[in-house]
Every structure is written in structure tokens, then in C-alpha cells.
């Protein structure tokens, strides 16, 4: 299945979905393995160090320091990884609500981590983006 190009209709169909959870960013060293308590959402390794996305509760029982919890707004619109301007467009009108986002592709949809406390607003200007087109 060949995912969608086109922006207007990426815009049109990428039906927001807020996940259940709080998620938080943790750097461990990168000769350091993932704690076993960690279930990670994401992994990505840097020179600095590995980034694990985890639930927030996972990084509390493994005691690893973290930042930015957020929460989880899934676009469900199978979007084409060299599909031009999605994202751009999406987080051009959260920042202009000033909301930060942390955005992330994967094979089928695109992910975007919103401040805990944005996030209803953050889904808000999504489907008002969504409605328009």
C-alpha cells in the first residue's frame, strides 16, 4: 500500500488521534543498554547518546533522568515517507499557537509529542487544519 503524496489531501485526511499515556525523552550513554524496566516507543541512537522515548511511568521505575512530557497525537493518514510540506505545515500552525512539537515519521503515519498540558489544544488546531481543506 503506497502511502499519500498530495498535501491537501494529507491535510484533509490525517484524522488526529491523542494516544493514552504520558511519554518522555531520556538520553542514556551509548555503550549503556536500555533498562529491561523500559519499554521504549522509540529508540534513536546519536553520538552523544541514545535517545529512548518511553512511557513515563517506565523512566520513573528505571530511574532515568528525562524531559518533555507530552503526549502522543498520531496522524492516521498513511502518509508517503517523500511526501513535501506535511509536516511543515502542521507544525507551522502549532507554532504559531505556540505550541512546541516534537515531531517523528514512521512507516505508515506521522507522530507528533505536544506538551502534557497542549495537548487538547494541540488536537484542536489539528482538526481546525483538517476541517479547512
Same mark, same amino acid.
Given at each position: 500500500?503506497?502511502?499519500?503524496?498530495?498535501?491537501?489531501?494529507?491535510?484533509?485526511?490525517?484524522?488526529?488521534?491523542?494516544?493514552?499515556?504520558?511519554?518522555?525523552?531520556?538520553?542514556?550513554?551509548?555503550?549503556?543498554?536500555?533498562?529491561?524496566?523500559?519499554?521504549?516507543?522509540?529508540?534513536?541512537?546519536?553520538?552523544?547518546?541514545?535517545?529512548? !522515548?518511553?512511557?513515563?511511568?517506565?523512566?520513573?521505575?528505571?530511574?532515568?533522568?528525562?524531559?518533555?512530557?507530552?503526549?502522543?497525537?498520531?496522524?492516521? !493518514?498513511?502518509?508517503?515517507?517523500?511526501?513535501?510540506?506535511?509536516?511543515?505545515?502542521?507544525?507551522?500552525?502549532?507554532?504559531?499557537?505556540?505550541?512546541?512539537?516534537?515531531?517523528?515519521?514512521?512507516?505508515?503515519?506521522?507522530?507528533?509529542? !505536544?506538551? !502534557?498540558?497542549?495537548?487538547?489544544?494541540?488536537?484542536?488546531?489539528?482538526?481546525?487544519?483538517?476541517?479547512?481543506?
Amino acid at each position: 500500500m503506497t502511502g499519500e503524496r498530495d498535501l491537501n489531501a494529507l491535510l484533509r485526511l490525517m484524522k488526529p488521534e491523542l494516544r493514552p499515556g504520558t511519554f518522555v525523552f531520556c538520553t542514556i550513554a551509548a555503550d549503556e543498554t536500555i533498562p529491561a524496566a523500559v519499554d521504549p516507543l522509540l529508540i534513536f541512537r546519536e553520538p552523544e547518546g541514545t535517545t529512548v !522515548v518511553a512511557p513515563l511511568e517506565d523512566a520513573e521505575r528505571a530511574g532515568l533522568r528525562y524531559e518533555f512530557a507530552s503526549r502522543l497525537i498520531t496522524l492516521t !493518514v498513511h502518509s508517503a515517507l517523500d511526501a513535501v510540506g506535511f509536516l511543515a505545515a502542521i507544525t507551522a500552525r502549532l507554532a504559531d499557537a505556540g505550541i512546541s512539537v516534537n515531531a517523528v515519521s514512521a512507516f505508515h503515519h506521522d507522530h507528533l509529542f !505536544v506538551p !502534557v498540558d497542549r495537548a487538547d489544544e494541540a488536537i484542536a488546531v489539528l482538526r481546525e487544519i483538517s476541517a479547512a481543506k
